[in-house]
């Protein structure tokens, strides 16, 4: 388990080191040579059946502030593994890794199924041998793309691969998300562009925001608890989506759509009242205070958005202040 774990997670990392550090350089020409005009061409190979999808413009994030912080922060304790990670892989997220768009989806009573797609500059041939240096992969040959299954270290089970589509693509996910990837790229079938509620959200994306997300949570939702804050009310949400931007500032957008406007009305005030209650909590922290100044509810018909306003150095504040908390509940 862990031997296949230890090269499944290291192949992730060449998806999400970067997105991860963020997690979930100044601004130069190079945030502009960055950009990309338009949806990411993977989107269209995500699954119709997906429930959620997120976007990541890596290259934005690298060219952010944010990333120059975090590196100043962190960057000796990451520099040794980006280094050795580099050197094995022949990949450098930081300037090899484009976009990353994710799907996944909920199972009743099984585990959830879901596929990662990378967009930019790989050597195939480096990323075999890698994998084939810490592992046995099974080859399959899938609609004309190399897809390398790592099984469990005592064989017992083969789930997660990669597919190197191309020296511009790499797949990581279930087998037989893989697939459905691999059969929409080929045969040019319905994808998550197609599905009726993510489709036209997807469409609406700007592609520059450095994160996005949009989910159909109904499948979810309806397991959900009802003894919490927001009751039976969240089972009338319909769709999420959401941006969030790291600079000098987090600046974020969550939008949630309920079933009619009765109902955005009960959870507009339901979550309007949890952040007056945190208002109130936090009179004795004049830094909780200030962030919680930049969160603003506002109700329009059926939708509910949420915006995220505030300095990334008082996120960092409020960082500093828990490890104290964090070191005393250690030592009792």
Known sequence: MKHRKFVVTSTVVMFLLTGVVAGLALYSTMAVKASIPGIPDSVAFLPPDSQAVFGINVQKFIASPAYARFEQQHGQEVGTDLA????????????????????????????????????????????TAFINAHATPIKLDYNDVTVLMVPEKDGSAVEKGVALISNNEVALGELGALKAVLDIRKNKTASVLDNPTLGPIIKTLNPEEMFWFAGDPANVLAKAPTDTPLGSNITAITSVCGTLNLTTEVAGVITVTAKDELSAGKLADVAKGLLALGSLASDQNPDLSELLKGVMIQQTSTQIVLKLNFSYELLDKLHQMKKPASTARKVA
């Open 84 to 127: 050795d990670f580099i050197a094995k892989t022949g990949v450098d997220p930081r300037k090899d890794i484009h976009y990353i768009i994710a799907a996944g989806k909920s199972a009743d009573g099984k585990k959830g199924a879901g596929v990662v797609i990378a967009e930019g500059t790989f050597d195939l041939d480096t990323i």
